[in-house]
Each structure stands twice: as structure tokens, then as C-alpha cells.
């Protein structure tokens, strides 16, 4: 009966009417038993019988072959980016306190006054770029090596490679970002992405960093140095992003306005400068930080053209 089956399958896929340049699309009639056979990575389509499967999640159809979906394909390695999304909202950013507390919460004008943003839909990287990712970017000539003078620089240390890329500077931050089809985040979104709506000053709350939420010099629990990324699952934002707190503080798009809020966007876009200079804004503070910079409202400024320990990269899109 086997053999019967068989027969007639075949005798039935010899009828099946051949797909012909120019002649008309119901000519082209699917096998019905139509089973593909694509080689591994392949996403072409014959045109006429068994199109191939679509290509796996992260990766995208180009000249029939299943490439990276994003590094222009180019990628070496596909790049595993998790990325989380944020919902649209509105939040107070900046620093709120009664008048009595002002100083000793907010510390200085440079996050006052505190002022609604209304923040469109992103998404953000739940993790900070790591030593790894960063190091292939490098090798497909997208990204410049980052600076590796100094015990504590992760781009050079075999050992590292799960901790998160340091001492680069801004311009790698976005370079690296636009290679993985993302972009800096704005200081209102990282914000947002970091306290949420309910005004907190940490992203776990409003009581300061412990060796628990924090990658922080708080109790001395970095001991000076970075740490692989996502080991502080006590300290998440209310999105669920890790170490937006302490570990490296990471670079955002926004120019330099030390002088507070004044004039700041209220829709969530980075703020920027007519020739601005190369002053540029790092936020979340690193391993080294205090109760005060890895507060989720407290802003850093350095040259986007230097490179410092504690500061590395998180993208968004
Ligand atoms: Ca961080």
C-alpha cells in the first residue's frame, strides 16, 4: 500500500502545473503534500511550491539568507539584546522635596525644579552593555576599542566579559547603540525608566542603595570595581530594567545644561544645544557612587570625549 501511496504522490506532483515566467499567478498551484526542504538559515522562496519558513526571531530575510536583523546584518555574531518597553506616561522629573529638605535631598540646582514630562512609548536595554557585545562591535569595525589603561577597564579582560563595557567614550556610547539599530536614551526616559511615576528617588523605592539593590560604594559593596550585569535583581526599576543604579552610570543623548530645568522639553526628547559643545550627561551612578549620585533624579556632566571607570553604555530604541 506503502508503495501505491507513493506512486500516486509522485504521479500527482508531475501534474502540478509549472510556474511560468509571465503566465498568469493561478498557474502557480501549490504541492499540496508540499513539505519544504531549506537548507539551514535559508529564507528564499521557489516562487511556485514550498516557500521556506520564515527566519527566526532576530534575525531577517536578505538575499535569501537569514541575516542579523539589525547591524545592517553585518554583525558577525548576532548581537542577543533583551530589551524592555516602557509605557507612554507622565512623571515628575527632577528633584521633589518640601522646602525645608530641599538641600539635603536634592543637593543642587541642577535637578530643580522638579516638572511634568510627558514621556512617549520606548524601549530600553533591561541590561547594561557588557565587555562582550561591545567587543563585537569592535570586530566588525562599527565601534572603536575602548580604552583599556587602568586596572579596572573591561574591554581587555577575558575575565570581564559579562561586566559592563567601561571607559568609552560618549561617541562610542552612540555609535555602539546605532550598530545594534538603537540610540541613546533621553535623560526623560532614562529617568522615567528608572523611577517610574510614584516620585521614588531609587528604582526600587526611596530608601537608599544596600549591598542588595546596588552595585553602589554605599557599605563598600563594590569594592570598587564592576560586576557582572543583572546581579543586583533587588534593585529593578518598576520595568524591571537592571542596575540602573550603581554598577557604571551610563551616558544619555542630552547635551549639558548644569544650571537646572529651566526651559528643559516636556515631551520626553533629549535636550540639546545649538552648538553645544561636547559636554554631555551620564546618570545612574557607578560602583563608586554615593547616596546621592545613584539617586535616579541626580545628573553628572563630563566631555563626551573622555572616558571615565564607572561610566559605560545603555541603549534604547
Ligand atoms: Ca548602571
Redesign the pocket.
Known sequence: MKRIALLIAVLAGLFVPACEEGGPSDECVPEPMCTPECPEGYCGDDGCGCPCPVCPTGLKCRDEACVCAICGGDCGECPEIEWISVEQGTFSMGCKADAANVDKICGTPDVLPPHDVSVPAFEIARF?TTAALYAQCVATGACLASNTLGSSATGNNPNLRDHPINHVKWFDAEAFCMWIGGRLGSEAEWEYAARGTDGRYYPWGFAGPTCRTAWTGVDGCSINMTHPVGTMPGGKSPWGVD????????WVADHCHTEGYQGAPADGSAWTKEGGGLCRVFR?GGFGAGLEEARSFNREFMSGDLTFKDVGIRCFR
Not at 542596575?243 to 551610563?250: F, I, L, P, S, T
Request: hydrophobic content about 40%.
Open positions: 547594561e542596575d540602573m543604579a550603581g554598577n557604571v552610570a551610563e545612574g
